[in-house]
């Protein structure tokens, strides 16, 4: 099926880049538009991993890290989270937190949220241009927490406080962080 270079192309980069790079440019040759996914990057602190004690195999390791990174909905997690523990057994904290940390990343990548780092006790986003986050909820939010450090600066980032260092604890932290500042359903 394929010829002798495509499959020299093949061995060098592996199948799977393989694919979504021929998809790409099958794309582009169509004048499609390749989907613009705003990347959310998260400094959290905490170890999230596939121990090898898990998973020993790191070409399996490398395969679930990408299917991790590529995961765009809260169901591909789950159903990557069902498919490792049917395979594996039942999963290590570090890749418990591994996978919570994906799924803040598809919400924050929905509200709009570029960045979150963690220094310690406090959270710091950063927002993109056009963050889906309520103005509203946000200065209520910081109006709440401003005894206990919150604040809003005017460069545009959020500055919350944590009350917790436990990694489990901040995920959970973060997670209803972000359920605050998400905008309120449109009632119809």
Do not use: W
């Amino acid at each position: 099926m394929l010829g002798g270079e495509q499959s020299g192309h093949i061995e060098a980069v592996g199948f799977e880049l393989y694919t979504s790079m021929l998809e790409s440019a099958v794309k582009e040759l169509k004048g499609e538009g390749a989907e613009e996914r705003p990347a959310t990057q998260l400094n959290l602190g905490i170890g999230l991993r596939v121990d090898e004690s898990y998973v020993p195999e790191e070409n399996q390791r490398l395969r679930l890290y990408k299917k991790i990174a590529g995961a765009e909905s809260e169901k591909a997690i789950a159903d990557l989270r069902a498919e490792m523990e049917d395979r594996y057994g039942p999963l290590p904290d570090s890749t418990v937190f591994l996978l919570e940390a994906a799924s803040l990343r598809i919400e924050c990548e929905r509200l709009g949220i570029a960045q979150i780092d963690r220094r310690r006790t406090e959270l710091q986003l950063r927002f993109t241009e056009h963050a889906q986050v309520d103005p509203q909820h946000l200065m209520r939010l910081v109006a709440r927490n401003a005894k206990r450090g919150a604040q809003f600066t005017p460069q545009g980032m959020l500055k919350y406080p944590l009350s917790s260092t436990r990694p489990d604890e901040v995920l959970l932290e973060i997670r209803e962080l972000l359920s605050n500042l998400a905008p309120a359903p449109v009632n119809i």
